[in-house]
């Protein structure tokens, strides 16, 4: 696909966030499901090979610790072999990041927290590379203990994390899918050692925050 029809899908979808933003005239802008693009939906959105390319989802209200658990569940399809599945960040703290990726076909967590900083691989049931151009479901979740945060990590229905681990980093507030910000690329050196970028589909992306604007959509197009 051409960066022509890549530039006019982000004017298509900045032009549909202005009307609901518009329309709503509130401080919460309801989501709207009607979109020619939508991550959030079982169609979802085909991340191109482009430094640009990916979508941002800024959440409401901040994880809170007494919330038993946050949950970021998605669909994803590749044949790329390397890229960021999602990554999340925390406004105002720079130096925490949680990132999602996969490098040579296989799933690998990584975190910087206050007090924790760890890679770790993440197994796959069948333990084949995930980039075989199939859906597979990822389910990552939090749950808050009164000392620290328990992560676990599920690919396929299948508990691939060795076992689950502490998190110490603060709740997040935005979650970037496929690719980077230019900022986060500059600030972020987890992402930049990130081989390659992430080329394929994510979809039926939920959420157990809500989201206090519309998924922001950069050089994307419909999954097809
Ligand atoms: C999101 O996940 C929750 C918890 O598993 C589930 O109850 C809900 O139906 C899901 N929402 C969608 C749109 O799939």
Redesign the pocket.
């Known amino acids: 696909m051409g960066k022509t029809t890549l530039y006019l899908i982000n004017v298509s979808i900045a032009a549909l966030v202005a009307a609901v933003s518009f329309v709503s005239g509130q401080r919460v802008v309801r989501i709207c499901r009607d979109s020619d693009i939508e991550i ?1 939906s079982i169609q979802g959105v085909q991340i191109e090979n482009y430094p640009k390319s990916r979508v941002e989802l800024h959440l409401a209200e901040r994880m809170h610790h007494n919330k038993p658990l946050f ?1 970021l ?1 998605f669909d994803f399809k590749t044949r790329a072999r390397n890229g960021v599945l999602f990554y999340g960040t925390t406004k105002g703290k720079p130096s925490e990041i949680l990132a999602l990726f996969l490098v040579d076909g296989e799933l690998r967590y990584k975190m910087r927290c206050p007090t924790l900083e760890a890679e770790v691989f993440v197994s796959s049931k069948k333990k084949v590379p995930l980039n075989d151009g199939r859906w597979h479901t990822v389910f990552y979740s939090l749950k808050f203990g009164e000392h620290s945060h328990k992560a676990d990590i599920t690919i396929d229905g299948h508990s691939g994390s060795p076992k689950q681990f502490g998190v110490s980093c603060s709740p997040l507030s935005s979650i970037i899918m496929g690719g980077a910000t230019r900022d986060d690329l500059i600030n972020i050196d987890e992402l930049r050692q990130i081989p390659g970028h992430f080329e394929g589909c994510i979809r ?1 992306v ?1 959420i ?1 925050v809500p989201l206090n604007i519309p998924p922001k959509y950069h050089a994307v197009s419909i999954c097809g």
């Open positions: 959030l949950f569940q039926s939920n157990s």
